[in-house]
């Protein structure tokens, strides 16, 4: 059984490789524990925590290509090793940064860059290829594909515009206020307000 995954816009398999069923995934990020440890008091003072890094840990296959029905062979293994290398790097060798998509996740992305270190198991005559590949997102939260913009036409102060978000997390609005009548805009304010959880 597989997966499958899009990298910087190209499939897996276009790549030369499959994602196997058994891929981990951490529910959550790890933690980074805020605490100051005082003397002669027991445990520490919790100032709270923020999530580090997502790691996404990939057990992968490389496959023949399909299409001409090639037989499995150690140069063509090494064919699609080097253009993967090449995908996940940029033109100085360093990693890239990459959008990474699921299938069963196809309307959010991830920014994502290689990481670690991926060793390839040649198996049968050095013709398929077993690897881990290991990857990276720095910002652990999910990007939706989707812009979500809404539009008013402000005629009277005061004004009140609720703009409603899909996601879990606080996010940033980008507010453009755009002056289309011949009177100058003065002692205009703006508040970004949640609801209390």
Excluded: W
Excluded at 41 to 65: M, N
């Amino acid at each position: 059984m597989t997966s499958s995954i899009t990298l910087g816009g190209i499939r897996d398999i276009d790549l030369g490789f499959r994602v196997l069923e058994e891929s981990k995934e951490p529910l959550l990020p790890s933690t980074r524990d805020i605490g100051v440890s005082l003397p002669g008091k027991h445990g520490q003072y919790d100032f709270g925590a923020d999530l580090t890094e997502r790691a996404f840990s990939y057990s992968c296959a490389f496959v023949s290509d399909g299409t001409n029905y090639d037989m499995p062979s150690a140069a063509g293994l090494q064919q699609r090793v080097r253009t993967l290398a090449r995908h996940l790097t940029d033109s100085y060798g360093r990693p890239r940064t990459l959008e990474l998509r699921r299938a069963f996740e196809p309307d959010k992305f991830y920014l994502v860059r290689y990481a670690g270190s991926a060793s390839l198991e040649r198996l049968i005559y050095n013709s398929i290829g077993m690897f881990e590949l290991e990857l990276v997102a720095f910002d652990p939260f999910a990007y939706s594909v989707q812009e979500h913009i809404t539009e008013q036409v402000i005629t009277s102060s005061p004004t009140t515009l609720q703009i409603q978000v899909d996601g879990n997390i606080r996010s940033e609005a980008v507010i453009v206020l755009t002056n289309t009548g011949l009177t100058s805009l003065t002692q205009f304010r703006i508040t970004n307000q949640y609801l209390l959880e």
